[in-house]
């Protein structure tokens, strides 16, 4: 039986050669103290190391790289890099639990916690969402703690290589602070 990818989805194989690697990242300040921070990292997954199916689904498809019995339970511990080299830098790890919610086996709910610990940020960033293993999606940031404390915005997930029992997700952050953030850090 093969492995599914879990959450993130093979769709990606193809959209993973549109964009460009690089973990460069870019802050902006807008003057009203609001602030973006947008950066790459990239999320080193291995089946059945720091990824494991731990309750197969009741009905639906058998598990493969694209579905998963409806049900199923999958919970990952992986580490963040920021390149794709499994080697590079470790800024971050993903914590995660993933359970396929559509009876076609393709829909995940999705949450996880990302620590990081980034140059000039340091913090949590907490993920929660569904992801499609076909199609494109978004995954909403409902929060996070300390520099990420009240951030907003969203991940974009990739599939960048998949060399069983090895995935590479490229992981987008796209990371927005309210205005009211600025205001309780630096006005009281
Ligand atoms: C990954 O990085 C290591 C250590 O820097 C290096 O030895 C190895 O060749 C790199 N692998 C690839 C595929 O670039
Ligand atoms: C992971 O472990 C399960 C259960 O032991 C096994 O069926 C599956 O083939 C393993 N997958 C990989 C990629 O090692």
């Known amino acids: 039986m093969a492995q599914p990818l879990r959450h993130y989805g093979v ?20 003057g009203h103290g609001r602030k973006s921070l947008h950066f790459t990292l990239y999320q080193q997954e291995t089946i059945n190391k720091t990824l494991y199916l731990i309750v197969k689904g009741v009905t639906g498809p058998d598990a493969s790289p694209t579905t998963s019995p409806f049900g199923s339970l999958f919970v990952n511990q992986d580490l963040l890099t920021v390149s794709p080299n499994s080697s ?11 359970i396929t919610s559509s009876l076609d086996g393709l829909i995940n709910v999705v949450t996880e916690k990302i620590t990081l610990e980034l140059k000039h940020y340091k913090g949590s960033i907490s993920m929660l969402g569904t992801a499609h293993n076909i199609e494109v999606f978004d ?5 996070g703690t300390g520099d990420f404390m009240f951030v907003q915005g969203y991940i974009k997930p990739s599939l960048l290589t998949f060399d069983s029992p090895d995935i590479v997700y490229r992981l987008e952050f796209h990371l927005y602070w309210p205005p009211y953030v600025a205001e309780y850090h630096f006005s009281y």
């Open 11 to 30: 769709a990606i194989f193809l959209l993973a050669l549109s964009f460009k690697a690089t973990s460069t990242s870019t802050a902006t300040h807008d």
């Open 139 to 143: 995954l909403p940031v409902v929060g």
């Open 88 to 98: 590079s830098k470790v800024v971050g790890v993903a914590e995660g639990v993933s």
